[in-house]
Protein backbone atom coordinates (compact mmCIF):
# COMPACT_ATOMS: atom_id res chain seq x y z
CA UNK A 1 0.00 0.00 0.00
CA UNK A 2 1.51 3.53 -0.58
CA UNK A 3 2.40 5.51 2.09
CA UNK A 4 0.50 8.29 2.70
CA UNK A 5 2.75 12.31 2.22
CA UNK A 6 3.53 13.44 6.27
CA UNK A 7 0.80 16.32 5.63
CA UNK A 8 -1.84 13.91 4.39
CA UNK A 9 -0.83 11.28 7.01
CA UNK A 10 -1.04 14.19 10.05
CA UNK A 11 -4.38 15.49 8.46
CA UNK A 12 -5.73 11.50 8.38
CA UNK A 13 -4.62 11.34 12.17
CA UNK A 14 -5.22 14.17 13.86
CA UNK A 15 -8.93 13.80 14.87
CA UNK A 16 -7.75 10.09 16.24
CA UNK A 17 -5.57 12.11 17.97
CA UNK A 18 -7.76 15.05 19.29
CA UNK A 19 -6.62 17.65 17.47
CA UNK A 20 -8.11 21.17 18.17
CA UNK A 21 -10.77 22.48 15.46
CA UNK A 22 -9.32 24.77 12.89
CA UNK A 23 -12.60 25.86 12.60
CA UNK A 24 -13.01 29.85 13.75
CA UNK A 25 -15.96 31.03 15.28
CA UNK A 26 -17.36 34.60 13.48
CA UNK A 27 -18.98 37.19 15.65
CA UNK A 28 -21.27 38.58 13.72
CA UNK A 29 -22.02 41.60 15.59
CA UNK A 30 -18.22 42.68 15.30
CA UNK A 31 -18.56 42.45 11.37
CA UNK A 32 -21.49 44.00 10.90
CA UNK A 33 -19.97 47.61 9.58
CA UNK A 34 -18.48 45.76 7.25
CA UNK A 35 -20.97 43.18 6.16
CA UNK A 36 -24.17 45.28 5.56
CA UNK A 37 -22.56 48.17 3.39
CA UNK A 38 -21.85 45.10 1.10
CA UNK A 39 -25.07 43.25 1.83
CA UNK A 40 -26.57 46.46 0.22
CA UNK A 41 -24.07 46.66 -2.27
CA UNK A 42 -25.98 43.55 -4.03
CA UNK A 43 -29.12 44.49 -3.08
CA UNK A 44 -28.75 47.66 -4.97
CA UNK A 45 -27.03 45.61 -7.78
CA UNK A 46 -29.63 42.77 -8.32
CA UNK A 47 -32.21 45.92 -7.73
CA UNK A 48 -31.15 47.91 -10.60
CA UNK A 49 -32.18 44.85 -12.72
CA UNK A 50 -35.84 45.22 -12.06
CA UNK A 51 -36.48 48.78 -11.19
CA UNK A 52 -37.41 51.11 -13.64
CA UNK A 53 -35.71 54.23 -15.41
CA UNK A 54 -37.68 56.77 -13.40
CA UNK A 55 -37.21 54.91 -9.89
CA UNK A 56 -33.62 54.89 -10.06
CA UNK A 57 -33.22 57.57 -7.14
CA UNK A 58 -34.83 54.89 -4.94
CA UNK A 59 -31.62 52.82 -5.07
CA UNK A 60 -29.86 56.17 -3.83
CA UNK A 61 -31.90 56.51 -0.94
CA UNK A 62 -31.67 52.28 -0.18
CA UNK A 63 -27.52 53.56 -0.20
CA UNK A 64 -27.79 56.19 2.11
CA UNK A 65 -30.05 54.18 4.28
CA UNK A 66 -27.80 51.13 4.66
CA UNK A 67 -25.10 53.61 4.92
CA UNK A 68 -26.38 55.36 8.42
CA UNK A 69 -27.44 52.10 9.33
CA UNK A 70 -24.03 50.71 9.42
CA UNK A 71 -22.56 53.77 11.49
CA UNK A 72 -25.42 52.95 13.93
CA UNK A 73 -24.23 49.43 14.08
CA UNK A 74 -20.72 50.84 15.21
CA UNK A 75 -22.55 51.99 18.91
CA UNK A 76 -23.12 48.47 20.03
CA UNK A 77 -19.31 47.93 19.87
CA UNK A 78 -18.44 51.51 21.38
CA UNK A 79 -16.24 48.89 24.03
CA UNK A 80 -13.91 48.39 21.68
CA UNK A 81 -13.33 44.48 22.78
CA UNK A 82 -14.37 42.31 20.42
CA UNK A 83 -12.06 40.45 17.94
CA UNK A 84 -12.88 37.49 15.46
CA UNK A 85 -11.22 35.43 13.27
CA UNK A 86 -8.70 34.34 15.49
CA UNK A 87 -6.23 30.99 15.08
CA UNK A 88 -7.37 28.31 17.33
CA UNK A 89 -4.16 27.88 17.63
CA UNK A 90 -3.13 31.20 18.79
CA UNK A 91 -6.16 32.49 20.16
CA UNK A 92 -4.50 36.39 19.97
CA UNK A 93 -3.57 36.36 16.52
CA UNK A 94 -6.87 37.35 15.26
CA UNK A 95 -7.99 38.63 11.56
CA UNK A 96 -10.30 40.73 12.88
CA UNK A 97 -10.33 43.60 16.22
CA UNK A 98 -13.16 46.08 16.48
CA UNK A 99 -10.59 47.97 19.12
CA UNK A 100 -11.08 52.11 19.50
CA UNK A 101 -8.84 52.28 16.56
CA UNK A 102 -10.73 50.42 14.45
CA UNK A 103 -13.96 51.91 15.31
CA UNK A 104 -13.19 55.58 15.45
CA UNK A 105 -11.46 54.81 11.53
CA UNK A 106 -14.53 52.99 10.78
CA UNK A 107 -16.86 56.14 12.02
CA UNK A 108 -14.70 58.42 9.80
CA UNK A 109 -15.45 55.99 6.58
CA UNK A 110 -18.79 55.47 6.85
CA UNK A 111 -19.95 59.04 7.96
CA UNK A 112 -18.42 60.30 5.26
CA UNK A 113 -19.42 57.56 2.70
CA UNK A 114 -22.55 58.68 4.02
CA UNK A 115 -22.01 62.44 3.29
CA UNK A 116 -20.72 61.49 -0.33
CA UNK A 117 -23.88 59.20 -0.68
CA UNK A 118 -26.13 62.27 -0.29
CA UNK A 119 -24.36 64.78 -2.54
CA UNK A 120 -24.90 61.94 -5.21
CA UNK A 121 -27.68 61.48 -5.54
CA UNK A 122 -27.94 64.50 -7.12
CA UNK A 123 -25.25 64.11 -9.48
CA UNK A 124 -25.96 60.85 -10.46
CA UNK A 125 -29.33 62.32 -11.68
CA UNK A 126 -27.88 65.46 -13.18
CA UNK A 127 -24.72 63.83 -15.00
CA UNK A 128 -27.25 60.48 -15.89
CA UNK A 129 -24.47 58.32 -14.45
CA UNK A 130 -25.65 54.52 -14.60
CA UNK A 131 -27.55 54.38 -11.16
CA UNK A 132 -27.22 50.76 -10.07
CA UNK A 133 -23.47 50.87 -10.72
CA UNK A 134 -22.82 53.82 -9.46
CA UNK A 135 -23.97 52.68 -5.92
CA UNK A 136 -22.78 49.01 -6.36
CA UNK A 137 -19.13 50.76 -6.49
CA UNK A 138 -19.53 53.13 -3.53
CA UNK A 139 -21.14 50.76 -1.31
CA UNK A 140 -18.52 48.32 -2.06
CA UNK A 141 -15.81 50.70 -1.69
CA UNK A 142 -16.83 51.79 1.57
CA UNK A 143 -17.64 48.33 2.64
CA UNK A 144 -13.51 47.46 1.83
CA UNK A 145 -12.33 50.62 3.56
CA UNK A 146 -14.24 49.81 7.00
CA UNK A 147 -12.96 46.35 6.85
CA UNK A 148 -9.06 47.86 6.80
CA UNK A 149 -8.95 49.54 9.91
CA UNK A 150 -10.00 46.26 11.76
CA UNK A 151 -7.51 44.29 9.52
CA UNK A 152 -5.24 42.24 11.89
CA UNK A 153 -3.28 40.24 9.11
CA UNK A 154 -1.20 41.35 6.14
CA UNK A 155 -3.35 39.18 3.83
CA UNK A 156 -6.55 41.10 4.77
CA UNK A 157 -5.22 44.25 5.05
CA UNK A 158 -4.13 44.19 1.08
CA UNK A 159 -7.50 42.52 0.16
CA UNK A 160 -9.38 45.76 2.23
CA UNK A 161 -6.94 48.16 0.35
CA UNK A 162 -7.98 46.31 -3.29
CA UNK A 163 -11.84 46.59 -2.11
CA UNK A 164 -11.57 49.97 -1.53
CA UNK A 165 -9.44 51.26 -4.37
CA UNK A 166 -10.50 48.69 -7.06
CA UNK A 167 -14.45 50.11 -7.29
CA UNK A 168 -13.23 53.82 -6.74
CA UNK A 169 -11.18 53.44 -10.26
CA UNK A 170 -14.87 52.76 -11.98
CA UNK A 171 -16.28 55.78 -9.91
CA UNK A 172 -13.72 58.04 -11.35
CA UNK A 173 -14.11 56.87 -14.71
CA UNK A 174 -18.01 57.04 -14.50
CA UNK A 175 -18.89 59.98 -16.46
CA UNK A 176 -18.96 58.49 -19.97
CA UNK A 177 -18.03 60.32 -22.65
CA UNK A 178 -15.78 62.63 -20.50
CA UNK A 179 -12.06 62.92 -21.89
CA UNK A 180 -10.63 63.90 -18.31
CA UNK A 181 -13.09 61.72 -16.53
CA UNK A 182 -10.86 58.58 -18.63
CA UNK A 183 -7.97 59.48 -18.06
CA UNK A 184 -8.21 60.41 -14.73
CA UNK A 185 -9.57 57.16 -14.23
CA UNK A 186 -6.88 55.38 -16.31
CA UNK A 187 -3.79 56.89 -14.61
CA UNK A 188 -5.52 56.15 -10.74
CA UNK A 189 -5.82 52.85 -12.46
CA UNK A 190 -2.29 52.18 -13.52
CA UNK A 191 -0.53 53.86 -10.60
CA UNK A 192 -2.58 52.22 -8.00
CA UNK A 193 -1.69 48.68 -9.58
CA UNK A 194 1.83 49.50 -10.03
CA UNK A 195 2.11 50.31 -6.07
CA UNK A 196 0.16 47.29 -5.04
CA UNK A 197 2.49 45.12 -6.81
CA UNK A 198 4.91 46.58 -5.08
CA UNK A 199 3.33 45.68 -1.86
CA UNK A 200 2.39 42.69 -2.80
CA UNK A 201 6.43 42.41 -3.17
CA UNK A 202 7.18 43.56 -0.07
CA UNK A 203 4.18 41.30 2.14
CA UNK A 204 5.62 37.86 0.14
CA UNK A 205 9.64 38.95 1.40
CA UNK A 206 7.75 39.81 5.09
CA UNK A 207 6.28 36.29 4.74
CA UNK A 208 9.42 34.58 3.88
CA UNK A 209 11.62 36.08 6.88
CA UNK A 210 8.61 35.53 9.55
CA UNK A 211 6.40 32.48 8.06
CA UNK A 212 3.34 34.56 9.35
CA UNK A 213 1.32 37.35 8.16
CA UNK A 214 -0.62 38.38 11.24
CA UNK A 215 0.18 41.49 12.64
CA UNK A 216 1.26 40.55 16.08
CA UNK A 217 3.47 37.22 15.31
CA UNK A 218 4.89 39.71 12.73
CA UNK A 219 6.13 41.63 15.51
CA UNK A 220 7.46 39.18 17.25
CA UNK A 221 9.70 37.56 15.19
CA UNK A 222 10.63 40.80 13.40
CA UNK A 223 12.32 40.92 16.73
CA UNK A 224 14.60 37.78 16.18
CA UNK A 225 15.38 37.55 12.48
CA UNK A 226 18.03 35.31 11.89
CA UNK A 227 21.19 37.51 10.11
CA UNK A 228 20.67 36.17 6.68
CA UNK A 229 17.06 37.09 6.28
CA UNK A 230 17.35 40.76 7.81
CA UNK A 231 17.99 42.25 4.67
CA UNK A 232 15.27 40.39 3.33
CA UNK A 233 13.10 41.51 6.09
CA UNK A 234 14.01 45.15 5.71
CA UNK A 235 13.46 45.13 1.81
CA UNK A 236 9.79 43.70 2.83
CA UNK A 237 9.34 46.88 5.29
CA UNK A 238 10.12 49.17 2.94
CA UNK A 239 8.14 47.53 -0.03
CA UNK A 240 4.98 46.95 1.92
CA UNK A 241 4.78 50.71 2.51
CA UNK A 242 4.88 51.78 -0.53
CA UNK A 243 0.89 50.65 -1.47
CA UNK A 244 -0.15 52.67 1.88
CA UNK A 245 2.12 55.68 1.46
CA UNK A 246 0.11 56.24 -2.32
CA UNK A 247 -3.26 56.06 -0.82
CA UNK A 248 -1.69 58.70 1.81
CA UNK A 249 -0.96 60.89 -1.51
CA UNK A 250 2.58 61.19 -0.28
CA UNK A 251 5.78 62.78 -2.02
CA UNK A 252 6.62 60.87 -4.59
CA UNK A 253 3.40 58.89 -5.10
CA UNK A 254 1.05 61.79 -5.37
CA UNK A 255 1.22 62.91 -9.25
CA UNK A 256 -2.45 60.88 -9.91
CA UNK A 257 -3.88 63.27 -7.47
CA UNK A 258 -4.84 66.72 -8.99
CA UNK A 259 -5.97 65.02 -12.52
CA UNK A 260 -7.73 62.63 -10.52
CA UNK A 261 -9.82 64.75 -8.65
CA UNK A 262 -10.38 66.82 -11.53
CA UNK A 263 -11.58 64.24 -13.84
CA UNK A 264 -14.19 62.56 -11.47
CA UNK A 265 -16.98 63.47 -10.08
CA UNK A 266 -16.84 66.09 -7.43
CA UNK A 267 -18.52 63.86 -4.96
CA UNK A 268 -16.06 61.34 -5.47
CA UNK A 269 -13.28 63.45 -5.62
CA UNK A 270 -14.24 64.35 -1.65
CA UNK A 271 -14.48 60.93 -1.07
CA UNK A 272 -11.30 60.07 -2.51
CA UNK A 273 -9.55 63.12 -0.62
CA UNK A 274 -10.83 61.80 2.61
CA UNK A 275 -11.88 58.17 2.59
CA UNK A 276 -9.47 57.24 0.53
CA UNK A 277 -6.95 59.21 3.20
CA UNK A 278 -8.07 57.20 5.92
CA UNK A 279 -7.55 54.04 4.20
CA UNK A 280 -3.69 54.86 3.51
CA UNK A 281 -3.28 56.54 6.94
CA UNK A 282 -4.91 53.33 8.62
CA UNK A 283 -2.84 50.60 7.02
CA UNK A 284 0.81 52.39 7.09
CA UNK A 285 -0.64 52.95 10.87
CA UNK A 286 -1.31 49.06 11.04
CA UNK A 287 1.82 48.30 9.50
CA UNK A 288 4.57 50.26 11.09
CA UNK A 289 3.41 50.67 15.00
CA UNK A 290 2.14 47.09 15.24
CA UNK A 291 3.63 44.61 12.43
CA UNK A 292 7.28 46.59 12.12
CA UNK A 293 8.22 48.16 15.35
CA UNK A 294 11.38 46.28 15.26
CA UNK A 295 12.27 48.42 12.39
CA UNK A 296 11.53 51.69 13.40
CA UNK A 297 15.21 52.51 12.43
CA UNK A 298 13.83 52.47 8.77
CA UNK A 299 10.39 53.56 8.16
CA UNK A 300 10.65 56.35 11.07
CA UNK A 301 13.44 58.47 9.59
CA UNK A 302 11.70 57.80 5.91
CA UNK A 303 7.86 58.75 6.58
CA UNK A 304 9.49 61.85 8.54
CA UNK A 305 11.66 63.19 5.04
CA UNK A 306 7.98 62.45 3.02
CA UNK A 307 5.96 64.23 5.60
CA UNK A 308 8.56 67.45 5.13
CA UNK A 309 8.02 66.34 1.24
CA UNK A 310 4.95 66.14 0.66
CA UNK A 311 3.25 68.86 2.91
CA UNK A 312 5.88 71.31 1.30
CA UNK A 313 5.15 69.85 -1.78
CA UNK A 314 1.61 70.23 -1.99
CA UNK A 315 1.22 73.72 -0.39
CA UNK A 316 3.97 74.82 -2.95
CA UNK A 317 1.84 74.18 -5.96
CA UNK A 318 -1.78 74.94 -4.29
CA UNK A 319 0.00 78.77 -4.05
CA UNK A 320 0.72 78.78 -7.82
CA UNK A 321 -2.77 77.86 -8.44
CA UNK A 322 -4.24 80.69 -10.85
CA UNK A 323 -8.11 81.78 -9.87
CA UNK A 324 -9.29 81.74 -13.71
CA UNK A 325 -7.77 78.71 -14.47
CA UNK A 326 -10.60 75.97 -15.03
CA UNK A 327 -10.88 73.54 -12.43
CA UNK A 328 -8.76 75.75 -10.11
CA UNK A 329 -10.99 75.01 -7.15
CA UNK A 330 -11.05 71.23 -7.35
CA UNK A 331 -6.54 71.46 -8.10
CA UNK A 332 -6.46 73.74 -5.16
CA UNK A 333 -8.35 71.23 -3.13
CA UNK A 334 -6.40 68.71 -4.52
CA UNK A 335 -2.79 70.31 -3.78
CA UNK A 336 -4.44 71.20 0.09
CA UNK A 337 -4.99 67.74 0.42
CA UNK A 338 -1.49 67.12 -0.54
CA UNK A 339 -0.12 68.98 1.90
CA UNK A 340 -2.64 67.94 4.85
CA UNK A 341 -1.53 64.59 4.32
CA UNK A 342 1.89 65.68 5.18
CA UNK A 343 0.52 67.10 8.43
CA UNK A 344 -1.03 63.26 9.24
CA UNK A 345 2.47 61.77 8.41
CA UNK A 346 3.99 63.77 11.26
CA UNK A 347 2.36 61.54 13.78
CA UNK A 348 3.58 58.30 12.19
CA UNK A 349 6.84 59.53 12.29
CA UNK A 350 6.91 60.56 15.48
CA UNK A 351 5.90 56.96 16.57
CA UNK A 352 9.01 55.64 15.96
CA UNK A 353 10.96 57.82 18.28
CA UNK A 354 8.37 58.10 21.21
CA UNK A 355 5.99 55.22 21.07
CA UNK A 356 2.90 53.86 19.24
CA UNK A 357 0.61 56.20 21.31
CA UNK A 358 1.38 59.02 18.93
CA UNK A 359 -0.86 57.95 16.51
CA UNK A 360 -3.51 59.21 18.00
CA UNK A 361 -2.66 62.83 16.93
CA UNK A 362 -2.70 61.49 13.26
CA UNK A 363 -6.69 60.26 13.85
CA UNK A 364 -7.63 62.63 15.77
CA UNK A 365 -6.27 65.33 13.03
CA UNK A 366 -8.48 63.22 10.39
CA UNK A 367 -11.20 63.44 11.81
CA UNK A 368 -11.09 67.39 11.96
CA UNK A 369 -9.80 67.28 8.21
CA UNK A 370 -12.69 64.34 7.24
CA UNK A 371 -15.10 67.27 7.96
CA UNK A 372 -14.07 70.07 6.82
CA UNK A 373 -12.79 68.72 3.59
CA UNK A 374 -16.17 66.72 2.88
CA UNK A 375 -17.52 70.26 4.02
CA UNK A 376 -15.70 72.09 1.26
CA UNK A 377 -16.12 69.63 -1.51
CA UNK A 378 -20.14 69.90 -0.86
CA UNK A 379 -20.01 73.70 -1.26
CA UNK A 380 -17.81 73.53 -4.11
CA UNK A 381 -20.64 70.43 -5.65
CA UNK A 382 -23.31 73.23 -5.09
CA UNK A 383 -21.60 75.80 -6.88
CA UNK A 384 -20.58 74.33 -9.48
CA UNK A 385 -24.55 73.06 -10.55
CA UNK A 386 -24.23 76.83 -11.81
CA UNK A 387 -20.54 77.30 -12.77
CA UNK A 388 -19.34 74.03 -14.22
CA UNK A 389 -15.32 75.30 -15.14
CA UNK A 390 -15.20 75.11 -11.20
CA UNK A 391 -12.51 77.87 -11.29
CA UNK A 392 -11.57 79.74 -7.96
CA UNK A 393 -12.61 83.18 -9.56
CA UNK A 394 -16.22 81.46 -9.22
CA UNK A 395 -16.46 82.06 -6.38
CA UNK A 396 -16.51 85.81 -6.20
CA UNK A 397 -19.10 87.68 -4.37
CA UNK A 398 -20.50 83.71 -3.58
CA UNK A 399 -21.89 85.82 0.07
CA UNK A 400 -24.18 88.22 -2.12
CA UNK A 401 -25.83 85.17 -3.82
CA UNK A 402 -25.70 82.17 -1.69
CA UNK A 403 -24.46 83.93 2.23
CA UNK A 404 -25.14 80.40 4.21
CA UNK A 405 -23.08 78.75 1.47
CA UNK A 406 -20.63 81.26 1.77
CA UNK A 407 -20.27 81.27 4.95
CA UNK A 408 -19.78 77.70 5.65
CA UNK A 409 -16.90 77.19 2.95
CA UNK A 410 -14.88 80.45 4.73
CA UNK A 411 -15.66 78.24 8.12
CA UNK A 412 -14.22 75.55 6.28
CA UNK A 413 -11.60 76.62 4.64
CA UNK A 414 -10.19 78.50 8.45
CA UNK A 415 -10.38 75.39 9.75
CA UNK A 416 -7.95 73.99 7.08
CA UNK A 417 -5.86 77.07 7.80
CA UNK A 418 -5.56 76.32 11.62
CA UNK A 419 -7.17 79.63 11.97
CA UNK A 420 -10.03 81.10 14.62
CA UNK A 421 -12.77 80.69 14.92
CA UNK A 422 -12.32 77.72 12.97
CA UNK A 423 -10.38 76.19 16.43
CA UNK A 424 -10.81 72.53 15.53
CA UNK A 425 -7.86 72.98 13.11
CA UNK A 426 -5.76 75.33 15.07
CA UNK A 427 -6.08 72.64 17.68
CA UNK A 428 -5.51 69.75 15.22
CA UNK A 429 -2.36 71.18 14.15
CA UNK A 430 -0.86 72.07 17.47
CA UNK A 431 -1.45 68.17 18.62
CA UNK A 432 0.55 66.84 15.71
CA UNK A 433 2.96 69.94 16.18
CA UNK A 434 3.40 68.32 19.66
CA UNK A 435 4.22 65.09 18.76
CA UNK A 436 6.74 66.21 16.38
CA UNK A 437 8.66 67.62 19.27
CA UNK A 438 7.94 65.00 21.67
CA UNK A 439 9.67 63.02 19.43
CA UNK A 440 12.76 64.93 19.53
CA UNK A 441 11.99 65.97 15.53
CA UNK A 442 12.26 69.57 15.76
CA UNK A 443 13.50 70.11 11.91
CA UNK A 444 10.74 68.38 11.07
CA UNK A 445 8.02 70.81 13.33
CA UNK A 446 9.97 73.62 11.99
CA UNK A 447 9.13 72.22 8.51
CA UNK A 448 5.28 72.23 9.09
CA UNK A 449 5.73 75.82 10.72
CA UNK A 450 6.71 77.09 7.67
CA UNK A 451 4.39 75.21 5.71
CA UNK A 452 1.31 76.26 7.93
CA UNK A 453 2.12 79.87 6.83
CA UNK A 454 2.88 79.03 3.25
CA UNK A 455 -0.78 77.34 3.50
CA UNK A 456 -2.58 80.88 4.89
CA UNK A 457 -1.97 82.82 1.81
CA UNK A 458 -4.14 80.68 -0.65
CA UNK A 459 -6.69 79.95 2.15
CA UNK A 460 -7.09 83.58 2.92
CA UNK A 461 -7.20 84.19 -0.63
CA UNK A 462 -9.94 82.07 -1.61
CA UNK A 463 -11.93 83.27 1.73
CA UNK A 464 -11.71 87.06 1.37
CA UNK A 465 -12.97 86.77 -2.25
CA UNK A 466 -16.30 85.08 -1.14
CA UNK A 467 -17.25 88.37 0.22
CA UNK A 468 -15.89 90.54 -2.54
CA UNK A 469 -18.11 92.19 -4.58
CA UNK A 470 -19.57 90.26 -7.68
CA UNK A 471 -17.79 91.62 -10.80
CA UNK A 472 -21.48 91.40 -12.59
CA UNK A 473 -24.62 91.31 -11.24
CA UNK A 474 -26.28 87.83 -10.73
CA UNK A 475 -28.56 87.21 -14.51
CA UNK A 476 -31.31 85.54 -13.78
CA UNK A 477 -33.21 83.97 -10.97
CA UNK A 478 -30.60 82.12 -8.32
CA UNK A 479 -31.32 78.23 -9.17
CA UNK A 480 -32.16 76.64 -5.75
CA UNK A 481 -30.11 74.56 -3.79
CA UNK A 482 -30.68 70.58 -4.25
CA UNK A 483 -31.98 70.06 -0.55
CA UNK A 484 -29.41 66.15 -0.25
CA UNK A 485 -26.38 68.78 -1.15
CA UNK A 486 -27.90 71.26 1.67
CA UNK A 487 -28.30 68.71 3.80
CA UNK A 488 -24.20 67.76 3.18
CA UNK A 489 -23.09 71.10 3.48
CA UNK A 490 -25.41 71.92 6.92
CA UNK A 491 -24.16 68.54 8.42
CA UNK A 492 -20.58 69.09 8.25
CA UNK A 493 -20.64 72.80 8.89
CA UNK A 494 -22.71 71.72 11.95
CA UNK A 495 -19.91 68.63 12.85
CA UNK A 496 -17.05 71.60 12.33
CA UNK A 497 -18.60 74.66 14.79
CA UNK A 498 -18.86 71.33 17.14
CA UNK A 499 -15.73 70.76 17.29
CA UNK A 500 -14.48 73.67 17.38
CA UNK A 501 -16.59 74.59 20.43
CA UNK A 502 -15.05 71.42 22.07
CA UNK A 503 -12.25 70.46 20.36
CA UNK A 504 -12.09 67.65 23.00
CA UNK A 505 -14.41 65.28 21.34
CA UNK A 506 -11.54 65.01 18.91
CA UNK A 507 -8.39 65.74 20.93
CA UNK A 508 -9.11 62.72 23.31
CA UNK A 509 -7.77 60.48 21.46
CA UNK A 510 -4.48 62.13 20.82
CA UNK A 511 -4.08 61.56 24.51
CA UNK A 512 -4.01 57.75 25.09
CA UNK A 513 -3.51 54.69 23.44
CA UNK A 514 -6.40 53.33 20.90
CA UNK A 515 -4.76 49.91 20.87
CA UNK A 516 -5.66 47.29 23.64
CA UNK A 517 -2.38 47.25 25.98
Not at 42 to 68: H, I, N, T
Not at 476 to 500: D, E, N, Y
Request: with cysteine.
Amino acid sequence: MTALPPLAAATATAPAAGAASLVQSVDWLAITPVVLPAAVALVVLVADLFVPERRKPLLGWLSVAGLAAATATLIPLRAGDRATFCLTTDPGACSYTADHFALVIQFLVLAGALVTALLSVTAVRDARMPAGEYWFLLLSSAAGAALLPASRDLATLIVALEVASLPAFALVGMRRGDRLSSEAALKFFLSSVTATAVSLMGVSFVYAATGSLHLTQVADRLEDVPGQLDTLAMAGVALTLVGFAFKTAAVPFHFWVPDTYVGAPLPIAGYLSVIGKAVGFTGLILVTVIAFPAYSDVWGPALAVLAALTMTLGNAAAVRQSPDRPNSAVRLLAWSSVGQAGYLLVPIAAAAYSGRDQIGSTVAYALMYGAVNLGAFSVAALVARTKPQNRISDYRGLYAQRPAAALALAFFLLCLAGLPPGLIGLFAKVTVFRAAVDAGLGWLAVVMAVNVVIALYYYLRWTALLFRAPEAPAEGARTKAPWPVSIAIAVTAVVSVVLSGAPQLVLRFASGSLFPL
